[in-house]
């Protein structure tokens, strides 16, 4: 199993530009999620979906951002316009439903630097 | 609202010392309790897991057990070594919400030869 697919690793872009963050989940998995985290707010849960349908974004910091799941096999994150404060790790998790307890596996995360 | 809170890190231990992460948490209900761990440049994994009253965690030496009367779940291993250095996250499974997790703050800790 090849795990949690982001891309890009790493992205360096400038202040106002747009931003396309990518996720491939585990395959058989239902339940995606993204994450931010920073020095200064630890790990938020930005969004999450199931079944391809978003569940919660209470955690989506403003208008700017936006997350797609138009596949059971392809999620988006977007940042229109980009800001420095956006800086971050960028994680997507997935989980196959059953229990409560079931794992999350996390991807590798996208390291974002916007100047 | 439900949050979980943590011992504040850097920790830094010598190997083969014993580790004591404290993690307390608030929440509603009945959550199910984790411990994730990241190492550098990685993402989350799994660690153990518990999900009622007294059940214990355990996996690579680390444990955690579920304390409702202290709504802790204190992570402790009896010997660490170098290749334990991460940082360590405890985190909550609130009921009735799905597979929200909510996350502590992270502790990192440092083992040294």
């Known amino acids: 199993d090849a795990g949690v697919i982001q891309s890009p690793r790493h992205e360096v872009t400038e202040m106002g530009q747009e931003v396309t963050l990518r996720c491939k989940p585990i395959?058989?998995?239902?339940?995606l999620f993204w994450y931010r985290q920073t020095m200064m707010r630890g790990l938020e849960l930005l969004i999450y979906f199931n079944n391809n349908v978003p569940i919660d974004d209470s955690g989506m910091p403003e208008d700017r951002f936006s997350a797609k799941m138009p596949n059971a096999s392809f999620s988006t994150l977007k940042i229109q316009p980009s800001e420095p404060r956006d800086s971050a790790v960028y994680f997507c998790?997935?989980?196959?439903?059953?229990?409560?307890?079931?794992?999350?596996?996390f991807g590798p995360g996208t390291r974002l630097t916007v100047l | 609202g439900d949050s979980v809170t943590q011992m504040e890190g850097p920790v830094t231990l010598s190997e083969e010392a014993f580790l004591t992460i404290n993690c307390t948490y608030t929440a509603t209900g009945y959550p199910s309790l984790f411990w994730y761990v990241q190492y550098p440049g990685e993402g989350l994994q799994l660690l153990l897991k518990a999900t009622k009253a007294d059940d214990k965690g355990s996996n690579k030496g680390f444990e955690a057990t579920y304390r409702k009367e202290t709504t802790s779940f204190h992570l402790e291993k009896g010997s660490v070594q170098v290749s334990d250095s991460a940082v360590y996250f405890c985190a909550l499974n609130p009921p009735n919400q799905g597979g929200k997790l909510i996350f502590g703050q992270g502790t990192e800790l440092s083992v040294k030869p």
């Open positions: 395959s058989g998995h239902n339940s």
């Open positions: 998790a997935s989980r196959k439903d059953g229990t409560r307890t079931d794992t999350q596996y």
